[in-house]
């Protein structure tokens, strides 16, 4: 069974922090990653993806991705209010035209 | 350019009847992948189309069908409506087959009651 895992969460931060989000999975054979946003009643809308072992930087975006280890993270800096929503981990397990695999995702709470 | 277009946008039926649900991709994109998210969960994948072709299958029951036509719009059909098919139905666009990241419509809410 393929897995992707994640803490559900609440995740709680102030207004200014970083905040740090964590997914593991389980193919080692996995190629590519992302991480989606979704607000409460809205469809996940994608904001970072990474594809090698090391770090991919998008403005107040970083993830992260080790292989070996099998997690990626992602790491908000300065989190705003706004940014509060559940993010979603999401893996394709399989050569392209496969599915992706997402985890249940973190609830990501920032306040002012 | 407009995003990916689902309708409708919310839906209720009663248990063991069928529902259709549409989706139209971006314009340009060739593939379009179905999801199912129930409350508190991560979508699950039910289908990839690409070239009017069925290029991918998720763990759902012979109840859940899909095509997609020339124009790369695509249905997604459910038989026999069961409590537990309530949920979100997500389409994703994209391009061609690269698992490159979709971008998701706005969701159909299905409630069967």
């Known amino acids: 069974q393929k897995e992707v895992e994640q803490n559900s969460g609440p995740l709680s931060v102030p207004e200014g922090a970083i905040a740090s989000l964590n997914c593991t999975y389980s193919?080692?054979?996995?190629?590519?990653f992302f991480w989606y946003r979704q607000y409460s009643g809205k469809s996940p809308e994608l904001i970072m993806s990474i594809y090698s072992n090391g770090d991919k930087e998008d403005g107040r975006f970083t993830a992260q991705l080790n292989k070996a280890s099998q997690y990626v993270s992602l790491l908000i800096r300065d989190s705003q209010p706004s940014d509060s929503a559940t993010y979603l981990c999401?893996?394709?397990?399989?050569?392209?035209?496969?599915?992706?695999?997402f985890g249940k995702g973190t609830t990501l709470s920032v306040s002012s | 350019d407009a995003g990916v277009t689902q309708s409708p946008t919310h839906l209720i039926k009663t248990r063991g009847q069928h529902v259709t649900l549409r989706c139209s991709p971006i314009s340009g994109h060739k593939s379009v992948s179905w999801y199912q998210q129930v409350l508190g969960q991560g979508p699950q994948f039910i289908f990839q189309y690409y070239e009017k072709e069925e290029r991918g299958r998720g763990n759902f029951p012979d109840r859940f069908s899909a095509r997609q036509f020339p124009n790369y719009s695509s249905e997604l059909n459910v038989n026999a409506l069961l409590l537990g098919d309530s949920a979100l139905y997500l389409c994703?666009?994209?391009?061609?087959?690269?698992?490159?990241?979709?971008?998701f419509g706005s969701g159909t809410r299905l409630t069967v009651v």
């Open positions: 994703a666009s994209s391009l061609g087959l690269e698992a490159y990241g979709y971008t």
């Open positions: 999401a893996v394709n397990m399989g050569q392209a035209g496969t599915a992706l695999i």
């Open positions: 193919d080692r054979g996995s190629q590519s």
